[in-house]
């Protein structure tokens, strides 16, 4: 099936109509020669954000698809150089997308920050190989960004053992912002994350570079507690994300959520509950800020000439004007490399696809803000 005259390379976007699905998107036609058809469920999202991409249609057009349907998404997928994998929140997803480039050898990318999720891709590893594809998940802020930053502040430091790495990230929740990062944090508050690490309690104070200042953050689940331990060798009770909202009052609500629910109180996450408490916070997100940030606290040993080892310390900001750029441009990035030259098959290693000072200066260019200090 044909959807562009030929000539340049295409990319199909599922969920291309949402918020970080329309982000990649405008950030690919800015810097690659790439034409893209957005796909999802509902064609009307697609369309109507592939009139406001491209209102002539010559680069970006809509399809439909359901996730689950793996004969429709063979079919888009035809003559695609790469897919992306878009959707928010990545809860309960299949891996159909993945299943559908596996077949038809197509690279594939994806934002995913979900715990499940990179855990399956991650699993498909050997048949990722086989099929002769490159493929890349969780590169979004965890653990796309968190896990570079780590290493370039590993390198940086000149480690040799690893001994605590300390991931915080803020979150400005302006409308629909918030949603997804929101829903997640109810659904894992009180839950164990990790050993003796429970979903939105052990509250810390981050202090971020101006504007954003000293923020409260709070336990998150994210994939970094299943992939640290490997990545840079340290267990597992070594590593700590956590994530903050510009709203304290939403911070405390979720702590003390959090606390009944290790009490004993249980609710439907994905009933009436979660409903009401996002239908509450509309008026809180509508009023709330648009940065973000994401912080990397990395503490290790490292030797030093003629004397005894040293214990050094450092931490990589950065900071985004608008906080869902921090869950896209990894993966944009990813997809426009890969386009350029492509990868060599297998699975992507979050520490070491692109040079640090590389992904660095794209950030820059693109209005964000990457700030490295000692301790």
Not at 326 to 346: T, Y
């Amino acid at each position: 099936m044909s959807h562009f005259a030929p000539g340049g390379p295409m990319v199909l976007i599922y969920a291309g109509g949402s918020v970080f699905g329309r982000l990649l998107a405008a950030d690919l036609l800015a810097h690659t020669p790439a034409r893209l058809l957005l796909v999802g469920p509902q064609p009307d999202d697609e369309r109507a954000a592939a009139r406001d991409l491209d209102p002539t249609g010559a680069r970006v057009r809509a399809a439909q698809a359901d996730l689950a349907d793996a004969a429709g998404l063979a079919r888009l997928l035809v003559g695609m150089d790469a897919a992306v994998c878009c959707l928010r929140g990545f809860q309960g997803v299949p891996t159909t997308l993945l299943d559908a480039c596996i077949a038809g050898r197509v690279a594939y990318f994806d934002i995913a920050d979900n715990r499940r999720f990179v855990g399956r891709v991650w699993d498909r590893r050997a048949e990722i190989a086989a099929a002769g594809i490159a493929a890349g998940t969780g590169l979004g802020a965890l653990p796309g960004l968190s896990a570079l930053m780590s290493e370039y502040a590993r390198t940086e430091l000149e480690l040799v053992e690893v001994a605590r790495i300390d991931i915080a990230f803020y979150i400005g929740s302006h409308r629909a912002r918030g949603v997804g990062a929101l829903a997640a944090a109810v659904r894992g508050t009180g839950r164990p994350l990790a050993r003796y690490v429970y979903g939105w309690s052990g509250r810390q104070r981050a202090d971020f570079p101006a504007p954003i200042g000293r923020r409260k953050v709070y336990n998150f689940d994210a994939p970094d507690y299943d992939l640290f331990p490997a990545l840079f060798t340290l267990p597992p009770d070594r590593i700590r994300v956590r994530l903050g909202f510009d709203r304290d009052l939403v911070n405390r609500g979720l702590a003390a959520l959090g606390l009944l629910r290790r009490m004993g109180w249980r609710w439907r996450y994905k009933g009436p509950f979660l409903l009401l408490l996002l239908g509450l916070s509309a008026p809180w997100r509508a009023v709330s800020e648009d940065d973000g940030a994401l912080q990397a606290s990395v503490r290790g040993i490292a030797p030093r000439p003629a004397q005894h080892t040293v214990i050094r310390a450092g931490t990589l900001n950065i900071v985004a004007p608008d906080a869902r750029l921090l869950f896209v441009l990894p993966c944009a990035l990813a997809v426009a490399r890969h386009l350029a030259d492509p990868w060599p098959p297998g699975l992507l290693d979050w520490r070491t696809w692109i040079a640090p000072a590389a992904m660095w200066d794209a950030l820059r260019v693109r209005g964000l803000s990457v700030t490295w200090a000692r301790e």
